[in-house]
């Protein structure tokens, strides 16, 4: 899980400047994973999908409870909130940590796709775009 640490900390991506594309789909995919984990090794923390606002790191993971993550659905889990619903973050027990090293053994991020794509009118529009640069003289 490649952007974990990233997303654990307030200055994670270079204090919020380089937050990859595919970092949105890989924390929920993390944050699934971890959670089913975690409830399977019977840990009594859960992964929180935060969106920061402000300066910083918008893409975090903050951890929470079981018991506050079932006053929750799963996807307010997954897809990321401005609002932590609870005053304090939970510390992670060793059960968590037992379900966080497993995520990492499946390789979380191989599930992850993200595609990119440049369409023909978009090379036509970049050409055009490129003819009309005029040729410095000198």
Same mark, same amino acid.
């Given at each position: 899980?490649?952007?974990?640490?990233?997303?654990?900390?307030? *200055?994670? +991506?270079?204090? @919020? /400047?380089?937050?990859?594309?595919?970092?949105?789909?890989?924390?929920? =995919?993390?944050?699934? $994973?971890?959670?089913?984990?975690?409830?399977?090794?019977?840990?009594?923390?859960?992964? *929180?999908? +935060?969106?920061? @606002? /402000?300066?910083?790191?918008?893409?975090?993971?903050?951890?929470?409870? =079981?018991?506050?993550? $079932?006053?929750?659905?799963?996807?307010?889990?997954?897809?990321?909130?401005?609002?932590?619903?609870?005053?304090?973050?939970?510390?992670?027990?060793?059960?968590?940590?037992?379900?966080?090293?497993? =995520?990492?053994?499946?390789?979380?991020?191989?599930?992850?796709?993200?595609?990119?794509?440049?369409?023909?009118?978009?090379?036509?529009?970049?050409?055009?775009?490129?003819?009309?640069?005029?040729?410095?003289?000198?």
């Amino acid at each position: 899980m490649r952007y974990w640490d990233d997303m654990q900390d307030k *200055f994670g +991506f270079q204090d @919020g /400047g380089a937050i990859p594309p595919d970092a949105w789909k890989c924390r929920k =995919a993390y944050v699934m $994973a971890v959670n089913t984990l975690a409830a399977k090794f019977g840990s009594n923390t859960r992964a *929180f999908a +935060f969106d920061r @606002g /402000g300066m910083h790191n918008s893409c975090m993971i903050l951890l929470c409870t =079981a018991e506050q993550a $079932a006053t929750l659905k799963p996807e307010e889990l997954c897809e990321g909130s401005s609002n932590f619903p609870w005053e304090h973050e939970a510390s992670p027990d060793d059960l968590f940590w037992d379900a966080y090293r497993h =995520a990492c053994d499946m390789d979380v991020d191989g599930y992850v796709n993200i595609t990119v794509q440049f369409e023909e009118a978009d090379a036509e529009a970049l050409l055009e775009a490129v003819a009309e640069v005029e040729v410095p003289t000198t």
